[in-house]
């Protein structure tokens, strides 16, 4: 019986002891837990519907799914003084570090967007 492919699911190579399905919301969420842990990046902007668009899924990731491979596009904000080039190239390590970490898959592509200048009191 053939596996049916399912949207926003990447499946990992079949073992002896069976198969490893990872939801793209879980690649979504590393990405996006290594994009807070960044120093000097923060969340980004979001609108109400965007907000509403985008459900359980972490604000500011989109996920690009192949078969062996993923990309993320990743939009951020970040602190005064902070070299843009630098945090970026820094969130890019992060992410493509923790991904093949935890799920063995290689990351082809972290796109950074960076949305504002977080001037105000906040996270």
């Known amino acids: 019986m053939a596996r049916q492919e399912t949207p926003g699911v990447v ?17 979504a969420e590393i990405a996006h837990s290594e994009a807070m842990r960044t120093p000097g990046l923060v969340a980004p902007r979001e ?14 990731v989109q996920v690009e799914l192949s078969p062996h491979e993923v990309a993320f596009h990743l939009t951020v904000g970040v602190r005064p003084g902070v070299r843009i080039p630098e945090a970026a190239n820094e969130l890019r390590r992060r992410v493509a570090a923790a991904v093949a970490a935890k799920t063995g898959y290689a990351v082809r592509a972290v796109n950074v967007l960076v949305d504002h200048v977080a001037f105000g009191k906040g996270p």
């Open 47 to 60: 609108g109400f519907v965007a907000g509403m668009l985008r459900g359980k899924r972490p604000r500011g």
């Open 11 to 27: 499946a990992m190579a079949p073992t002896q002891e069976g198969e490893v399905i990872i939801q793209e919301a879980v690649l």
